[in-house]
Nanobody
């Protein structure tokens, strides 16, 4: 089992910055990808950013140039640096890890508990 604990959300004014963290514990043999999703009130959950085991990153268009996904050297924590925040970025942010328990295992998805981000105008 893998546990993901998120931190770093909060209230910020438009134009401000926040950094979200998602720390993993438990048994992980390998990581396929680490993702950040968000879900705004009344909307579907959307994929915001991805970083693969090879450190390749992708972003949804609305956050390109403003958000940066990264990991620490131990690859047990993933971050989302959010700059130039806009009211439209207001949502609950969730980390998602796609990992394998051993060489022959299928990938499993694990989710953090969610951390709210509110951007005021």
């Amino acid at each position: 089992q893998v546990q993901l604990v998120e931190s770093g959300g909060g209230l910020v004014q438009a134009g401000g910055s926040l950094r979200l963290s998602c720390a993993a514990s438990g048994s992980i043999f390998s990581i396929d990808a680490m993702n950040w999703y968000r879900q705004a009130p009344g909307k579907q959950r959307e994929l915001v950013a991805t970083i693969t085991s090879g450190s390749s990153t992708t972003y949804t268009d609305s956050v390109k140039g403003r958000f940066t996904i990264s990991t620490n050297n131990a690859k047990n924590t993933v971050y989302l640096q959010m700059n130039s925040l806009k009211p439209d970025d207001t949502a609950v942010y969730y980390c998602n890890w796609v990992v394998r328990a051993n060489l022959f295992a299928s990938p499993n998805n694990y989710w953090g508990q969610g951390t709210p981000v509110t951007v005021s105008a």
